[in-house]
C-alpha cells in the first residue's frame, strides 16, 4: 500500500522554477530515500508533501489526505524533520519533548523516545550546549512524539562527524522497525545506499530515476571493476572473449578489467587457466554517483 502519493509535483518561487515535474509513491514501511545534488528541489518537495509549503500544480496525497486542505489530520499521521530546525538556546532537552508533545491527543511517551533516540543522559541539558548529532537526535525524537505513521527527515546527517552518522543511521533503521514509513532527504549517496530500500535519483526539480539502490547501480553498464596486477604477461584477448566482460585496459603494471554479473570469478578463473595470477585483486562496484553520473551527465558531489 502507498503511504504518499506524488503526481507531477511542480513549485515556483516567482519565476525560479525549484521543483518542475516530481512524481513518485512510497510505500508503507520502506525508507524511501530522495537523493540529489544542492538545489535539486529536494526540500521544496518534501515541504510540499509535510504540507509546509502549497504545490503550484500536481497533486500531493499522504495517507489519503491532501496535506494542503487537510493539514490538520495531516499533522496526526506525519512527523517532519527539517533541516536546521532551530529551537530557544535554553530550552532543555525534556522541555522541548514536553512541549511537542502537548501539541498531540495522543502523543508518544516522550522520555521513551529520549531514551530510544540516547538523551536520557542529556535530559536536562540547554538545545545550545547539545553538540550536532544531539540536536540531531533531539530533532528526530521532535519529529516523532505525535507517533506518525510518516516521518519525514531532511538532511539528518550533515555536519555530523562519521561516528555519529552512523549512529543516526542506527536510529532511522530502529524507527523503522516500529513500523513508521521514513522519506529520507540526502545528498550522501552511502546514506542512501546503506539505508534507503528505494531511491527517487532527483536533478534539476525531475525525477531522474526511482528504484532501489542495487536497481539503480545495476543500470550503469560496466557495473563493476576488477583490477590486478598479472605476474606475467597475458594478451587482452583472453579476457575480452568472456562474456562478462565490457573493456580491459591497462596502467602501467595494472589491468581494469570492466564488466556485468559474475565478473571477478570469470576473470580470475580465465586467468587461472593461462597460468596467471592475479596479484593485489580488487573488485569495485558501481555506486549510485556512478549511476547518477550515467544517468545525467552530473556527478552527485
Ligand atoms: N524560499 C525560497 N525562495 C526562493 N528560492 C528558493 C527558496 N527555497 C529554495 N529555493 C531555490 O529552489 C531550488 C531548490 O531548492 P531546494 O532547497 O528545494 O533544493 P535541495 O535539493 O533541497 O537543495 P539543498 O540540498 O541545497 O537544500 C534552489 O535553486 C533554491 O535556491
Redesign the pocket.
Known amino acids: 500500500m502507498d503511504v504518499i502519493e506524488v503526481r507531477n509535483l511542480h513549485k515556483r ?1 516567482r519565476d ?1 522554477v ?1 521543483v518542475d515535474d516530481v512524481s513518485f509513491a512510497v510505500a508503507s514501511g520502506e525508507i524511501f530515500g530522495i537523493l ?1 545534488p ?8 518534501v515541504e510540499c508533501v509535510s504540507g509546509l509549503r502549497e504545490p503550484d500544480g500536481g497533486s500531493v496525497r499522504v495517507t489519503g489526505l491532501d496535506p494542503v486542505t487537510q493539514r490538520a489530520d495531516l499533522r496526526r499521521v506525519l512527523g517532519v524533520q527539517l ?1 536546521s530546525a532551530a529551537l530557544p538556546d535554553k530550552i532543555k532537552v525534556w522541555e522541548a519533548l514536553d512541549l511537542y508533545a502537548s501539541f498531540y491527543p495522543d502523543p508518544a511517551d516522550w522520555r521513551e523516545l529520549m531514551d530510544q533516540v540516547g538523551l536520557a543522559a542529556k535530559r536536562d541539558t540547554a538545545f545550545a550546549k547539545l553538540s550536532g548529532g544531539q540536536r540531531q537526535r533531539l530533532s528526530v525524537a521532535l519529529a516523532l512524539v505525535g507517533r506518525p505513521r510518516v516521518a519525514v527527515l531532511d ?1 539528518l546527517t550533515t555536519g555530523l562527524d562519521p561516528q555519529a552518522r552512523r549512529d543516526s543511521w542506527e536510529l532511522v533503521e530502529q524507527v523503522r522497525d516500529t513500523g513508521v514509513t521514513i522519506v529520507l ?1 540526502t ?1 550522501f549517496m552511502e546514506e542512501a545506499e546503506r539505508l534507503c530500500d528505494r531511491v527517487a535519483l ?1 536533478d534539476a526539480g525531475r525525477v531522474v530515476a526511482v528504484d532501489s539502490p542495487a536497481g539503480l547501480t545495476g543500470r550503469v553498464g560496466g557495473g563493476q571493476r576488477v583490477r590486478f596486477r598479472p605476474t606475467v604477461p597475458f594478451d587482452d584477448a583472453l579476457l575480452l572473449a568472456l562474456p562478462e566482460v565490457t573493456d580491459v585496459s591497462r596502467t602501467g603494471d595494472r589491468v581494469v578489467v570492466t564488466g556485468d554479473g559474475n565478473l571477478a570469478p570469470a576473470v580470475t578463473l580465465a586467468l587461472a587457466e593461462k597460468g596467471v595470477v592475479p596479484d593485489d585483486l580488487r573488485i569495485e562496484r558501481a555506486t549510485l554517483d556512478d549511476a547518477f553520473l550515467a544517468l545525467t551527465g552530473r556527478k552527485l558531489a
Do not use: C, F
Not at 544542492?38 to 518537495?45: I, L, Y
Open positions: 518561487y525560479h525549484a540529489g544542492n538545489g535539486a528541489g529536494k526540500t521544496t518537495t533541516q538532511e532527504v545528498h532527483i
